[in-house]
C-alpha cells in the first residue's frame, strides 16, 4: 500500500526551503585547496586534475571504493546463485553486431585507461564499458567457461584492490608512507592500478548485472 | 627488534590486514576459517601495538598517500579512536572464534569475506579524519553489514535486510548532503581544519543538521529506531552480535567525533534535544524489551534502549560525562555481543528462542546461562560490571552540572533492564523437566560469550586503563565545563 | 554565476522529490529508483558548487568525490536490486509486507 502522511508534504517543503537557503547563501570557497592542487600536478604523475585526486592524492579513498564494489559483489553472490538465462537465441542482427562490437568495446577502454592520466577519462569510464560489454556479450548467450568461474574469475575481481593494496605496502616497505608513490615512477604505478582496476570494475559489473554466484560453487 | 617495530606505521595495520585477509578468504574459501580467526587476532595484536605507540605520544596523524591534508587524506588516532579500536577487536576476536564453529560449510564461505571487510571498514571508519572518507567507509560499513543479515537467508532476515539498507543509505544521503556543504563552504575536508575554520553560517547550520540527522538514523536513536530490532533479531547470532556491539556505535563515533571538534559551537538547544531523545531512547527500548516474546527481539530492544544512555552526555558536556558515556559504549559492547551469542548458543539447542519455553533449556546450559547473566549485570549498571562505572560517571557528571534529572533516567532504565533481564533468568530458577534434547553444542560458542561477558564486568574492577586511555591526546578537550 | 546556482537548486529539488518518493511509495523498485535520484541530486549540489568561481578553474575535488560517490552508489544499487528479487521469490511480491513502510 502506497502512503501518504499529511504531514509529509508540509515537512519536505520546509526542509527544501532551508536547503535552498542554505545552497544559494554558502560562503564564498577559499581558494587555498586548488590551488594547492595545481602546484603540486606536477609531481603527481598525472595531468588531468581529476585523474590526479582519485589516484593521488585522495587515492585511499579509491582503495576503499573498490573494496565498496568488491562488497557489494560479496553480498550478491551470498545471496544467491545466478538465475538461468531464459532468453531465446539471440537472432543473427544481434549476434553479428555483437561480435563487431565487442572488440571495439574494448579498444575504447582500453583508450580510456591511456588517456585518463591527462583528458577525461581513467578506470571507472573504461571499466563501466567493459562491463557493459560483458553484459552485452551476457544477453547474446555467451557463457563463462566452467574452467575460468573459479578461482581465475575471483583473481580477475579482487585484481584491483589488491593492486592497490600491493602498490601502498610496497611503498610501505621502502620506508614511506602507506600509498606515496615515489615521484620517478608515480605515472607508471598509477597506469598499473588503473589497468587492475579497469578489468576488476569490468568483471565486477558485469558480474553482478549477471546477480548471482557461479553454479556449482558450493 | 624495538628499533624496527617503532618505525612500523601501525595506525594503517588494522586497516590493510582485514583487507588482505578477506581477499584472501574470497580467493581461498575452503581457508577462509583459519584466515580469518589469524586475521582478527593480529589486528588485535596491531592495535594494541598502536596503544602503544599512543601512550608515549598522545596522539597520531599519518598522511595517507605522503600529501597531508587538506590536500590527501590523513588519519588520526587518539584515546578516543584507540577505545573503539580495542573495543572492535575485542569484540572482533570474541566473533571469529564464536563464528568459527557457528556457520555451516557453504555459509561459512560467504561469512568470513564479509565480515574481514567489515571489520576493516570500521577500522577505517574509527582512524580518518576526513569527512568524505568517513562517508566511503560508512558505505563500505553498511553494505557488508547489509549482507551478512541477509546471511540469515529467511524471508524476515532479507525484509530486514532491505529495510536496513534502505535507512542506511538514506543516513547515508543525508551525510554526504551535509559534507558538500561543508566543503563548499569551508573549503577543506580534514576535521581538524575544519575545526579551526568553521564559522556560523546558514549553511553551516544546515549541514550539522543534515549530517546529525544521517547519522541519528544509522545509529538508531529514538524515534528513528524502527529498523533496528528486525535487523538486529532475524541476522544470524554472531552477525546480530557485531551489528549491536559495534556497527551501531560507528555512526555514533563520527557523530562524537565531529560534537567535539566543530559542532559543540552550534548552540546547546541542539545538545538537550540529544539528550531528550536519549532519555525517550532509555524508557521506550527498555519497555519494549519488556514486552517482547522472542529472545532475541528482547536484545535487540535492549540495544535501542542502551544506545539513549550514549546521548545523555552531549547535554552534559563535561570530560566526565563523555568518559561515561564512552566506558557504557565500550561495556555495553562486550555486554551486548555475549548476550546475543548466549542468545544464539540457546537457539542452536533448542531450536527456537521463545522466552516462556526456555525453562528446559536454560539448565542444559550452564555456561551459556552465566555469560547471559554476567552481561546482563552490566547492562542493569549493578556494581561491579563496567555498566556501573558508565553509569556513575554520567551520574557524577549530571550532579556536578547541576542537570541531575538526567541521573533519575540512568536509575529508571537500570529497573527496567533489570526487569528484561530477570525475566529471561527467572527461566533458570523453574522446575521444569530439563529437555532431553541432544545436540552437542561446541565448546568454542560458549566460551567465548562467557569471555566477552566476563570482559564486561572486569571492566568494572579494573578501571585505570580505560580511563587512562581516554586521557591519550585529550579527545575531549580540557575546558567544556557543564 | 545565476545558472550555477540554478543547477545546485534542482540538485535540491532532487533531493527532496527522492525522499518523497521513498515515503510514500511502497514498491521496492520505486524506493530504490527513489534513493538513486536522492543520489543525484547530491551529486549535482557537490558538482555545481564546484565551478562557483568564474576566474579559476573548477575545484576538482568534488568531481573526484561524486566519481566515487557514483562508484558506491551503483555498488548499493546492484544490491538492492538482487534483495528485492529475493523477497519478491520469498513473498511474492516487491514490497514490505505490512503496513509500517518505511
Redesign the interface.
Known amino acids: 500500500m502506497d502512503t501518504r502522511p499529511w504531514l509529509l508534504l508540509p515537512l519536505l517543503l520546509v526542509l527544501g526551503v532551508v536547503l535552498s537557503y542554505a545552497v544559494l547563501s554558502i560562503p564564498d570557497p577559499a581558494q587555498e585547496l586548488p590551488t594547492m592542487l595545481t602546484d603540486n600536478m606536477t609531481i603527481s604523475g598525472a595531468h588531468n586534475p581529476v585523474s590526479a585526486v582519485l589516484l593521488n592524492f585522495r587515492g585511499y579513498d579509491t582503495l576503499l571504493e573498490m573494496g565498496v564494489l568488491l562488497a557489494a559483489l560479496l553480498g550478491v553472490w551470498s545471496l544467491d546463485e545466478m538465475p538461468i538465462y531464459r532468453g531465446s537465441a539471440p537472432d543473427q542482427i544481434l549476434d553479428i553486431m555483437s561480435r563487431q562490437l565487442i572488440p571495439v568495446f574494448i579498444l575504447v577502454a582500453g583508450y580510456l585507461v591511456w588517456a585518463g592520466a591527462d583528458a577525461p577519462g581513467g578506470a571507472f569510464q573504461a571499466g563501466a564499458l567493459l562491463g557493459a560489454a560483458g553484459v552485452l556479450l551476457r544477453l547474446c548467450g555467451w557463457r563463462v567457461n566452467n574452467r575460468y568461474s573459479g578461482l581465475p574469475l575471483r583473481v580477475l575481481l579482487v585484481l584491483g584492490l589488491a593492486m592497490f593494496v600491493m602498490v601502498g605496502t610496497g611503498a610501505l616497505l621502502i620506508g614511506s608512507e602507506f600509498l606515496r608513490y615515489p615521484p620517478t615512477v608515480a605515472s607508471e604505478l598509477m597506469l598499473i592500478i588503473e589497468s587492475a582496476a579497469t578489468l576488476s570494475i569490468g568483471a565486477t559489473l558485469a558480474a553482478l548485472f549477471l546477480g548471482g554466484r557461479p553454479k556449482g560453487e558450493e | 627488534m624495538e628499533l624496527i617495530l617503532g618505525q612500523i606505521p601501525w595506525i594503517v595495520m588494522p586497516i590493510i590486514f582485514p583487507l588482505i585477509g578477506s581477499m584472501a578468504c574470497f580467493l581461498f574459501p575452503a581457508k577462509a576459517k583459519s584466515l580469518g580467526l589469524l586475521t582478527s587476532l593480529v589486528v588485535l595484536a596491531c592495535v594494541t601495538r598502536l596503544g602503544w605507540q599512543l601512550k608515549a605520544l598522545g596522539s597520531l596523524r599519518y598522511p595517507m598517500g605522503g600529501w597531508g591534508a587538506p590536500l590527501g587524506i590523513d588519519l588520526y588516532a587518539d584515546g578516543l579512536s584507540l577505545l573503539m579500536l580495542l573495543m572492535a577487536a575485542l569484540v572482533g576476536l570474541g566473533i571469529s572464534i564464536y563464528s568459527s564453529s557457528y556457520f555451516s560449510r557453504d555459509k561459512a564461505r560467504h561469512f568470513w569475506p564479509l565480515w574481514l571487510f567489515l571489520c576493516g571498514a570500521l577500522n577505517a571508519l574509527f582512524l580518518s579524519a576526513d569527512i568524505f572518507n568517513l562517508y566511503v567507509t560508512l558505505e563500505l560499513l553498511g553494505l557488508t553489514a547489509v549482507a551478512l543479515v541477509a546471511l540469515a537467508g529467511g524471508a524476515d532476515a532479507l525484509i530486514a535486510a532491505m529495510r536496513y539498507l534502505l535507512v542506511s543509505l538514506l543516513g547515508s544521503l543525508f551525510y554526504l548532503l551535509g559534507v558538500a556543504l561543508i566543503y563548499h563552504s569551508v573549503g577543506s575536508l580534514d576535521i581538524a581544519i575544519l575545526a579551526q575554520r568553521v564559522e556560523p553560517s546558514p549553511a553551516m547550520w544546515t549541514a550539522v543538521g543534515l549530517i546529525s540527522t544521517g547519522l541519528l538514523l544509522k545509529t538508531a536513536l529514538f524515534p528513528m529506531h524502527f529498523w533496528l530490532p528486525p535487523a538486529h533479531a532475524s541476522a544470524p547470532a554472531p552477525v546480530s552480535a557485531l551489528m549491536s556491539a559495534l556497527v551501531v556505535k560507528a555512526s555514533f563515533y563520527i557523530l562524537l567525533r565531529m560534537w567535539l571538534e566543530f559542532f559543540q559551537t552550534q548552540g546547546a538547544a541542539f545538545a538537550n534535544f540529544l539528550g531528550l531523545l536519549g532519555a525517550a531512547a532509555v524508557l521506550w527500548g527498555g519497555i519494549q524489551a519488556l514486552r517482547q516474546t522472542q529472545l532475541k527481539l528482547l536484545i535487540a530492544y535492549s540495544t535501542v534502549s542502551q544506545l539513549g544512555y550514549l546521548f545523555l552526555a552531549f547535554p552534559l558536556g563535561t570530560s566526565i560525562a563523555w568518559k561515561g558515556a564512552l566506558y557504557m559504549l565500550f561495556s555495553h559492547a562486550m555486554a551486548k555481543a555475549a548476550m546475543f551469542m548466549a542468545a544464539g548458543n540457546i537457539q542452536f539447542f533448542a531450536g527456537h528462542d521463545r522466552i516462556a519455553e526456555l525453562g528446559s533449556i536454560t539448565q542444559r546450559l550452564p555456561l551459556t546461562l552465566t555469560a547471559f547473566a554476567l552481561a546482563g549485570i552490566s547492562l542493569m549498571g549493578l556494581p561491579p560490571s563496567g555498566g556501573f562505572i558508565g553509569k556513575w560517571l554520567l551520574l557524577q557528571a549530571s550532579i556536578e552540572s547541576g542537570q541531575w534529572w538526567w541521573g533519575i533516567i540512568l536509575l529508571l532504565g537500570g529497573f527496567l533492564a533489570a526487569g528484561y533481564v530477570f525475566k529471561v533468568i527467572a527461566h533458570v530458577f523453574t522446575h521444569d523437566e530439563p529437555t532431553s534434547r541432544t545436540v552437542t553444542l561446541p565448546a568454542t560458542m560458549e566460551w567465548s560469550a562467557l569471555g566477552l561477558a566476563l570482559i564486561a564486568v572486569l571492566l568494572g574492577l579494573f578501571t585505570y586503563w580505560p580511563l587512562a586511555m581516554l586521557e591519550m591526546g585529550s579527545p575531549f578537550g580540557t575546558g567544556h565545563s557543564g | 554565476m545565476s545558472n550555477i546556482?540554478l543547477y545546485?537548486?534542482l540538485?535540491?529539488?532532487l533531493?527532496?522529490l527522492?525522499?518523497?518518493s521513498?515515503?510514500?511509495?511502497?514498491n521496492?523498485l520505486r524506493?530504490?529508483l527513489a534513493?538513486n535520484v536522492?543520489?543525484t541530486?547530491?551529486f549535482l549540489?557537490?558538482v555545481s558548487?564546484?565551478s562557483?568561481?568564474h576566474n579559476?578553474?573548477p575545484?576538482?575535488?568534488?568531481?573526484?568525490?561524486v566519481?566515487?560517490?557514483?562508484?558506491?552508489a551503483?555498488?548499493?544499487t546492484?544490491?538492492?536490486?538482487?534483495?528485492?528479487?529475493?523477497?519478491n521469490k520469498?513473498?511474492g511480491k516487491s514490497e514490505?509486507?505490512d503496513?509500517?513502510?518505511?
Not at chain 3, 67 to 72: A, E, K, L, N, P
Not at chain 3, 78 to 87: G, P, S
Request: glycine fraction near 8%.
Open positions: 546556482y545546485a537548486l540538485g535540491v529539488g533531493f527532496i527522492g525522499i518523497y521513498l515515503i510514500v511509495y511502497a521496492l524506493k530504490i534513493i536522492m543520489c541530486g547530491v549540489v557537490l558548487l564546484a562557483r568561481n579559476v578553474q575545484d576538482t575535488v568534488p568531481h573526484a568525490m566519481i566515487t560517490g557514483i562508484v558506491v551503483v555498488s548499493a546492484a544490491l538492492a536490486l538482487i534483495l528485492m528479487l529475493k523477497i520469498a513473498i514490505f509486507p503496513k509500517d513502510c518505511e
